[in-house]
């Protein structure tokens, strides 16, 4: 079983589509004016419009990226609203998993992660 698809609900399609895709840099599928489908590694990221505002939940989207410190650079300079750098959040012993996180318009949680061998191992 694999994970195939994430559905989040938007107040604006126009705006959340902008965000995926422009600022985080999601690749549009397929468009229509209440789904648009977007390419996030392999599953996709499927943005729903809803009537009024959207309910972000409790749901939150991990992006894993083989160089976490880049991606984070390379996102912030284009305009994702980070709330936090590049942090430990859990260890296997041997690396530290860093993540960082921020909410898109609609208030969706997202974090970027990815391994790194431990600051004491380096």
């Known amino acids: ?27 549009i599928v397929f468009g229509s004016p209440t789904f648009t489908f977007m390419v996030a590694g392999g599953t996709q990221l499927l943005l729903n419009q809803v009537d009024g505002s959207a309910d972000p ?36 012993g041997e690396r530290d998993l860093l993540a960082a996180h921020f909410h898109d318009p609609d208030g969706n949680l997202a974090s970027l992660t990815g391994w790194v061998r431990r600051q004491d191992q380096r």
Not at 10 to 27: C, H, K, Q
Not at 59 to 73: A, G, K, M, R, S
């Open 57 to 92: 939940g409790s749901t939150e989207l991990v992006f894993e990226v083989d160089d976490v410190e880049t991606e984070y650079q390379r996102l912030s300079e284009r305009g994702v609203p980070f709330e936090v750098e590049p942090r430990p959040v859990t260890t296997d």
């Open 1 to 27: 079983m694999r994970l195939a698809r994430v559905i989040l609900r938007v107040a604006d399609m126009d705006r959340a589509v902008g965000f995926w895709s422009e600022t985080v840099g999601l690749e």
